[in-house]
């Protein structure tokens, strides 16, 4: 087997891709979490998105228009989940469940016509540089435009959580919302505010899969994707910056266990594709043992109804 | 003039009204989705609701379904009571299957009354251990339940994946990606001839029987309830918070696995790769829409047994995906938990009086 410097750059530039659904989940999931409110529907915010991004770039024949209806259609179906949490004041698991069951559903409902078309292609950036220069070309050039606004955002959802007002309201709203609304702060509209923008992230990044990562329509394409940035998001202990590592980290190993398969190694192939799963498992058991470390972060209100007596 | 109050208590009529109000709403729902798609709702809903069981075969295949679901769903309720959120029910369904199909293949060709007996027990012992992982990385780890029992959900399916394909599949199978069928000494007798309804129906009623018992009778049950309605007087009076993750955990895994092995020692009779069409997270819908009680559970898992046979039929003559049934069971559970609004607060219509003019 060769070993060269530019397949490495191939194949580091592989895992990027292919962690960049995770990350822009993971990165709304954080700030509608950060907000005290745990939405487990981001698998059917996620597949929802992926197929109206499809089915409007087949109708349409237009990509923006395909990725803005995805954030849009996510946007939509988070905003059931805030009616019903905020507003009807229900059970964040059980609501977050029904979500991803719905959008599931609904997904395959309106995709049974788009099955089987060919998806188009996705204009990528600086490919010149990235045939051009060895290594680096292939690691920093050649990726869509939402790759590039998906390695920023971890650092500007740091920014914005850390050093800016709204960003403080967030967190004081998530730590302590008797407190926060004491304070003159519309606890609800905050919170509706963090579901809506995690349910666009989760658009996007189901656009990201059916659009660029393997342009077509399948049922179910996200294959538990979401699951896995709900769980990064606890990995990360809330902070922006190790959603962005831990989300490479499971890159990592999808594209590893591709490249064992096709290597020919005589493992299992159940058992690589088991890999991600146990070591979010593994990973979640070592994070949570020190509970000082992990309750640094970890929104104080999460998951908690919140009901203002007028 | 509309006013919102809290109420003072729960209605109890309401409790119960409001599963009813859910499923018409749903229903309603439906028919405008049927709509949008082209169709004529009311038709559509008719062959989504009132032709699947419209003979003696649907109204058997009904049960078929409701029996692994009710099963599951009386084993969560004993979680979800306690505050414990076991997601992972299809996980340990799965390898319930797996462990009670591997001894039925270990006694293939076996004949004897014990047989049957093993492999069910097997199984319930195999979803019970898969179900104790995430209880007791809770416990000892303090790891989200909820993560855990979902990921180890994808490993299950996996190893059976594994499993069906390599080891144990079919030597006479031509490489299908299933077992051998299993001798008849390790099946589930079906109860008529001619339809699937099999004796595992029993199992689940028996099931449904001991889980009212202990959870209204005993002191466990009294105290997984009180742990569920406020964690700090269970700790106060002096529970074993840990002890009692673990068994709820136990007797939903439990459950689940023998849900598992019913299915593959009953309507399948192997082992191959889609032995349950997402029963473990189904029943998660019918647990809520049974309010978390045995006798709720029993109507909630035929309701949500017909969007399955509903799907399936209008699959057939409507020509949409299976998934539709998801549709409305997403809907269902949307419905209920915002239906519970109700439940806490009045809304109280006033006329306007003269000194509001």
């Known amino acids: 087997m ?59 024949d237009n990509l923006f228009f395909a990725v803005i209806g995805s954030m849009l259609s996510g946007l ?88 800016t007002k709204t960003g403080l309201i967030i967190r004081a709203v998530g730590d302590s919302p008797t407190s926060a609304s004491n304070q003159g702060i519309n606890v609800t509209l905050v919170r509706y505010s963090c579901i809506l923008y995690g349910g666009a992230m989760c658009g996007l990044a189901g ?45 990592g190993i999808t594209i590893l266990q591709l490249h064992m398969q096709a290597v020919g190694l005589r493992i299992p192939v159940q058992l690589l594709s088991a890999l991600p799963y146990i070591m979010t498992i593994i990973v979640l058991v070592v994070i949570s043992r020190d509970s000082r470390k992990i309750k640094l972060n970890t929104p104080t209100s999460l998951g908690q109804i919140f009901y203002k007596e007028k | 003039m509309i006013k919102i109050e809290r109420r003072n208590d729960v209605s109890r009529s309401i409790y119960f009204l409001t599963p009813v109000l859910a499923i018409f709403l749903t229903l309603f729902g439906g028919g405008i989705i049927f709509y949008i798609l082209g169709f004529n709702p009311i038709e559509a809903l008719k062959f989504f609701f009132i032709t699947p069981i419209s003979d003696l075969y649907g109204l058997s295949e009904l049960l078929v379904k409701a029996t692994p679901l009710c099963l599951i769903a009386i084993g969560l309720s004993f979680c979800f009571k ?73 490993v299950a399916k996996l190893l059976l994946d594994y499993l069906v394909v390599g080891p144990w599949s079919n030597p006479e199978g031509f490489n299908f990606p299933e077992t051998r ?127 399955y046979l509903g799907a399936e039929t209008a699959q057939i003559f409507l020509q949409v995906p299976k998934y539709t049934g998801q549709v409305f069971q997403g809907m269902i559970l949307f419905f209920l938990l915002g239906s519970d609004y109700l439940l806490f607060f009045k809304i109280k219509f006033l006329g306007l009086k003269k000194n509001e003019l």
């Open chain 2, 82 to 154: 306690s505050n414990n959120w076991n997601i992972g029910a299809e996980g340990q369904l799965i390898f319930g299957g797996i462990v009670g199909g591997g001894v039925a293949l270990l006694f293939y060709n076996h004949d004897g009354f014990y047989v049957l007996p093993i492999i069910i027990l097997s199984g319930a012992i195999g979803g019970m251990l898969f179900a104790m992982i995430p209880a007791i990385l809770k416990t000892y780890f303090n790891t989200n339940e909820i993560l855990v029992s979902l990921m180890l959900v994808y």
């Open chain 1, 2 to 60: 060769s070993f060269d410097l530019n397949f490495i750059g191939i194949l580091i530039g592989a895992i990027m891709a292919s962690s960049v659904p995770l990350i822009l989940a993971a990165s709304g999931e954080l700030i509608t979490e950060r907000s005290g409110v745990l939405n487990l529907g981001v698998e059917g915010m996620m597949i929802i998105g992926a197929i109206s991004g499809f089915a409007l770039m087949v109708v349409t």
């Open chain 1, 76 to 163: 939509i179906l988070s905003l059931i989940f805030g009616l019903l949490t905020q507003s009807l004041l229900t059970n964040h698991v059980a609501t977050g469940l029904a979500l991803t069951i719905f959008g599931i559903g609904m997904s395959a409902m309106i995709g049974k016509n788009f099955v089987g078309i060919p998806g188009k292609e996705f204009p990528l950036l600086f490919l010149n540089f990235k045939e051009s220069i060895p290594f680096l070309g292939p690691i920093f050039f050649g990726h869509s435009i939402i790759l590039y606004f998906a390695f920023g955002l971890p650092f500007l959802t740091n920014y914005f959580l850390k050093k």
């Open chain 1, 207 to 251: 656009a990201y899969l059916s659009l660029i990562y393997t342009p077509q329509w399948i049922e179910n394409m996200t294959g538990g994707r979401g699951w896995i940035a709900l769980a990064l998001v606890v990995f990360a202990t809330w902070s922006p910056i190790k959603v962005l590592i831990g989300a490479l980290i499971f890159g």
């Open chain 2, 181 to 307: 069928q299993f001798s008849e000494s390790a099946r589930i007798p079906v109860l008529f001839d001619g339809l699937r309804i099999h004796a595992g129906i029993f199992i689940t009623l028996i099931t449904v029987f001991l889980s009212w018992l202990i959870l209204y009778k005993t002191y466990l049950g009294f105290q997984i309830k009180v742990s569920g309605l406020s964690l700090k007087t269970a700790k106060y009076a002096g529970y074993k918070g840990k002890t009692m993750i673990i068994i709820v955990f136990m007797i939903s895994g439990a459950c689940a696995g023998l849900a598992g092995v019913g299915e593959i020692t009953g309507p399948i009779g192997q082992l191959h790769r889609n032995i349950s069409p997402d029963y473990g997270f189904t029943a998660i819908i019918v647990a809520f829409l049974g309010r978390l009680n045995p006798v709720g559970i029993i109507f909630a898992s035929l309701i949500v047994a017909l969007t």
